[in-house]
């Protein structure tokens, strides 16, 4: 069973649109979550933390739900900036390699 | 801001030769990350560095890896016999403390022909 599953897409949404991306987690004992962007053959860049109670950045809301291992991102009103590779990254407790990323999910925003 | 700097942005190699790729953490972290990334898939851990020392390493990371911070600022990856399926893009991160989200660099992208 993989550690952290996301679906994979292609999201194609148009401009204005709110898209919301999930992603689940298999170890129970995780302990911090975050989504990163990730452009084509780019390095990952922390779009944000996400906290237990939900929390919101601009046009960006994540949301975790521990009872079920899941967390969420939501963007609304997409941008044509938005178009990348978004990647659900998942802590476990202790050790030095405790991150775990899934294998993204594709948006694509058409004008 | 601060960045994580790497290079070379691209190295293409012959099966066999031994690489070292180079990173530069940014300056005031003290925990430094190796990741790999084949084409198309998933961002794996190599190794975890801190204190002068590996931390942990993964199942990827053999005897023909190695890692050295040989002055104050470089944190170098060496492969040294490079095989077919080490291509991919070799990304390097570091984080002031375990708790913190990782800054990664902008990656070297190997391709062994």
């Known amino acids: 069973r993989k550690e952290v599953e996301q679906d994979p897409g292609p999201f194609n949404v148009p401009e204005g649109a709110t898209v919301a991306f999930n992603c689940t987690y298999s170890?129970?004992?995780?302990?911090?979550f975050f989504w990163y962007r990730q452009d084509c053959r780019k390095e990952p860049k922390l779009l944000m933390s996400?906290?237990?109670s939900g929390n919101e950045d601009g046009r960006f809301t994540a949301q975790l739900n521990r009872a079920s291992q899941y967390i969420s991102l939501l963007i609304r009103d997409s941008k044509l900036s938005d178009s990348a590779t978004y990647l659900c990254?998942?802590?476990?407790?202790?050790?030095?390699?405790?991150?775990?990323f899934g294998t993204g999910t594709r948006l694509t925003v058409i004008p | 801001e601060p960045e994580v700097t790497q290079t070379p942005s691209h190295q293409v190699t012959q099966m066999g030769q031994e690489v070292i790729l180079r990173c530069v953490p940014i300056?005031?972290?003290?925990?430094f990350y190796w990741y790999r990334q084949i084409l198309g898939q998933k961002v794996e851990f190599l190794v975890s560095?801190?204190?002068?020392?590996?931390?942990?390493k993964s199942e990827i990371f053999d005897d023909q890896f190695s890692v050295e911070r040989p002055d104050g600022s470089n944190f170098t990856l060496k492969i040294r016999s490079t095989k077919l399926e080490d291509s991919a893009m070799y990304f390097c991160?570091?984080?002031?403390?375990?708790?913190?989200?990782?800054?990664f660099g902008n990656g070297t992208r190997l391709t062994v022909t």
């Open positions: 991160a570091s984080t002031v403390d375990p708790n913190s989200p990782l800054h």
């Open positions: 170890n129970s004992a995780s302990q911090s």
């Open positions: 996400v906290y237990s």
């Open positions: 990254v998942v802590k476990m407790v202790g050790g030095a390699n405790n991150l775990f």
């Open positions: 300056s005031n972290h003290l925990y």
């Open positions: 560095f801190y204190n002068n020392e590996i931390s942990e």
